[in-house]
């Protein structure tokens, strides 16, 4: 490979991760396969693979855990929507929805009804749910660190100056996803969506 192939797949690479929320896993596989030089999607790795290896703080789950909030706080007060209108309009499996649903089912922060007709709706109002709720029904409390988790985990965190700016990135993260409620982001939504 030639220094201008390698500086083309950096280059696509940098793309995937730019366009990850914008298109379908289906897309993704196809770039990948593109930049990886495979002609055969059978021999290409799974997508879901490749984004879980990155670190992140926001996982999948917690994304389409707020993807899916958001889309049942679009809807009328208590009208019960069918998993399959969920999973179509967000783009996700049924297995994957089940999976993202029960943390915020026993978080309170959705309910399900069995049954014909049956479905999910939110356990409360959209304006007492905020994303922090989300982030800890599904990842547990926020930590940007191990040292944040375990203070034996470093024997430096006596004089260690970053693990104060770790501390003091989580407190502020924290506040932010505190701060926006799931109402505030669908106003801001139909904001943005008028304004297009």
């Known amino acids: 490979m030639t220094g201008a192939d390698e500086w083309v797949a950096i280059t696509m690479l940098n793309l995937i991760i730019m366009v990850k929320f914008l298109y379908s896993s289906h897309i993704n596989q196809v770039i990948i ?8 999607n059978r021999h ?12 992140v703080v926001i996982t999948r789950a ?15 007060r208590d009208q019960v929507v069918l998993k399959k209108d969920i999973c179509r309009t967000q783009g996700v499996t049924p297995a994957f929805l089940t999976k993202i649903l029960q943390p915020l089912i026993k978080n309170g922060i959705v309910s399900s009804q069995r049954g ?14 905020t994303l922090l709720d989300i982030f ?8 940007l660190n191990h040292c944040l988790i375990d ?19 989580q407190q502020e993260l924290s506040k932010v996803l505190l ?10 939504q139909e904001e943005k969506l008028k304004a297009l």
């Open 33 to 40: 396969a593109v930049v990886s030089g495979q002609k055969n």
């Open 151 to 169: 203070s034996e985990f470093c024997a430096r965190d006596a004089f260690c100056a970053a693990h104060e700016v770790w501390e003091e990135a």
């Open 116 to 129: 014909v007709g049956g479905g999910f709706l939110l356990a409360k109002d959209a304006q007492q749910i």
């Open 179 to 188: 701060r926006h409620s799931i109402a505030d982001i669908v106003r801001r």
């Open 62 to 76: 917690t994304e389409y855990a707020i993807r899916t909030i958001i889309y049942l706080a679009q809807q009328p």
């Open 44 to 55: 290409t790795e799974s997508v879901d693979l490749f984004w879980e290896e990155q670190q």
């Open 136 to 143: 800890q029904a599904q990842e547990g409390d926020l930590k």
